[in-house]
Every structure is written in structure tokens, then in C-alpha cells.
């Protein structure tokens, strides 16, 4: 569904993203983690069109994005919730969560989606009139995830969606990320709690210095000793990335919050 191919991309000064290689397959949840500074914030970047890549490919259902406008990538299906809260804390709950439907001039569609979306997220009907900057971290996300649903997406990309969330608001979050998929969607994640991304995902991808390390279904990665040389502080030697799902072993890794 979307693919990753030789891809460089950066600010100006010099690459971030250094051979991006990856393929996210279609209904899957794909899970990317890696150190801080890895490039994953600058993936996502990439992938809503916020950023463009300097060399490389990138294709979304068979078509080139790479010079795509966000407005274009979002109207082709893919939606992101950034890595930092971007609620308008002054507008409403509901007024937030209507403006992710910004796209979509007819009128009963968005009644029909902000139904929809309500029955999912109970608190944007409870809270709709508050002033969105009221409520707690874990409510705005679901607010957040709320608004994203609005364009009725085939690819959701999550970006740290439990930063900062106590356990039990995240793991609504979890719970809510796994629903999305059931509808149908495919989840891009990136996640800063490994044991719980990785548990989540059907495919689990290890970034580092710009480039996918490794690779495998979540549980294969979270099980590959590699992960824990990289979680302590070492590197994932060259020559080892991207290995195959056969080249995992057992052993229980010693990072991660656990869940
Ligand atoms: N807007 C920017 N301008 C210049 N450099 C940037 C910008 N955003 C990120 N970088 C640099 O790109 C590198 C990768 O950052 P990125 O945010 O992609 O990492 P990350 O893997 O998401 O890390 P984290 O786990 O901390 O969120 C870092 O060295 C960072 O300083
Ligand atoms: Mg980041």
C-alpha cells in the first residue's frame, strides 16, 4: 500500500533519512521504534507531505507521492496524528473534530461521520461544547484521533499517540488503534513504549541512524537480542539490518515499559 524505496530526506542540512527502505503492506499495523533521533518523526513527516524526499521513492496504492501536497496526501486517504498534541485548545471539542472534515464540502456526510466518530469516541459528544484546551492529555488524543477519522482514511499514521499518558489512557489508545484496523484501516505507528507497539503490531521495524535495522513481525522483533543491544545504548551492526524474520531469537529483552 505505501513503499518506501531508497529514500533521503532531511532539513537542509545534510540527510535524516539515509536509504529508507520499507513496505507497508495493506490492513496491516506497522510498528516503528528506534532511539530518539532516529528519523521517525521525519518518516512521518515524509509520508503526510509535510516533508519531501530528496532522492527515493515513494508510492502510495502504486502512485508516486513523493512531491505530493499534504492537502493531496490527505485527500488521497492518508491522515496523521502528530507527535505533538495539535488540538486548537480555543475552539470547542466538536469545532476541532469537524475541522478534520475541512475536505469534504457535502454537509450530511460530516453529520454522518461526526456520528460515527462519537460512537467511537464517547468523550467528543460528552464534551462537545468544552473548550478542547480543558481537557486532560488522554482526552485530547482521543479528540485528536476523532478529528482524524473525520476523512475516513485507508491509512492512519500515529506518531508517539501514548506520549505522556498514564497506563490506562493509553491503553485506551491501544485498544482504539486496534479497532481502527479492525474497520479496515492501516495503521502506520511509531511508538516509544516497544513492548506495547510491537505487541500491537502485525509488523515491527527498528529504525536507527535514518534506516530500517531490522524488521519482522512484531513479536520477532521484540524478541531479537539485537533490540536490546540498541535499547542499551549500543547499534545494530552493519550487515545484520533488515534481517530476515528467521534471524530472531528468544531471550527476554530487557527494555521497554511494559504494558
Ligand atoms: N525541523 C527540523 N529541522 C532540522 N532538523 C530536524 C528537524 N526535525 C528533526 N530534526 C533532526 O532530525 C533528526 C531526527 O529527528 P526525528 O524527530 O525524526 O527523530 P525521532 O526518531 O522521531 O526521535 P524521537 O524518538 O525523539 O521522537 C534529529 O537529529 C533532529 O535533530
Ligand atoms: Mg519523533
Given amino acids: 500500500m505505501l513503499v518506501f524505496e531508497g529514500l533521503f530526506a532531511g532539513y537542509g542540512g545534510g540527510d535524516i533519512l539515509k536509504g529508507v527502505d520499507l513496505v507497508i503492506e495493506e490492513g496491516s499495523v506497522t510498528c516503528v521504534v528506534g532511539p530518539n533521533g532516529a528519523g521517525k518523526s521525519t518518516l512521518m513527516k515524509v509520508v503526510s507531505g509535510l516533508l ?5 521513492k515513494l508510492e502510495f496504492q502504486g502512485q508516486s507521492i513523493a512531491k505530493a501536497t499534504p492537502r493531496q496526501i ?4 492518508i491522515v496523521q496524528i502528530m507527535q505533538a498534541r495539535n488540538l486548537f485548545t480555543e475552539l470547542t471539542v466538536r469545532e476541532n473534530v469537524e475541522l478534520g472534515a475541512f475536505l469534504i464540502k457535502d454537509s450530511s456526510v460530516v453529520a454522518k461521520r461526526l456520528d460515527e466518530v462519537c460512537d467511537m469516541f464517547p468523550i467528543v ?7 478542547a484546551g480543558a481537557l ?14 473525520m476523512m475516513d482514511p485507508v491509512l492512519v499514521a500515529l506518531d508517539e499517540p501514548s506520549m505522556g499518558l498514564e497506563p490506562r489512557s493509553a491503553q485506551i489508545i491501544y485498544d482504539s488503534i486496534a479497532t481502527m484496523n479492525k474497520n479496515g484501516r492501516t495503521v502506520l505507528l511509531v511508538e516509544q513504549n516497544v513492548r506495547a507497539g510491537l505487541s500491537l503490531a502485525s509488523h515491527g521495524v527498528v529504525m536507527e541512524a535514518g534506516r530500517v535495522r531490522l524488521e519482522g ?13 540498541l535499547y542499551l545504548g549500543g547499534t545494530i551492526e552493519e550487515g545484520q539490518g533488515v534481517a530476515s524474520s528467521t ?13
Fill in 136 to 149: 486532560s492529555g488522554g482526552q485530547q488524543r482521543m479528540v485528536e484521533f476523532a478529528r482524524a477519522l
Fill in 217 to 229: 513481525t512484531g513479536a520477532e522483533v521484540l524478541a531479537n537480542p539485537q533490540m536490546r543491544a
Fill in 52 to 56: 519531501h524526499p530528496r532522492v527515493g
Fill in 74 to 77: 490527505l485527500k488521497a486517504g
Fill in 125 to 131: 459528544a460528552q464534551r462537545a461544547k468544552d473548550r
Fill in 247 to 259: 534471524g530472531v531469537g528468544a531471550g527476554a529483552p530487557a527494555f521497554g515499559n511494559g504494558s
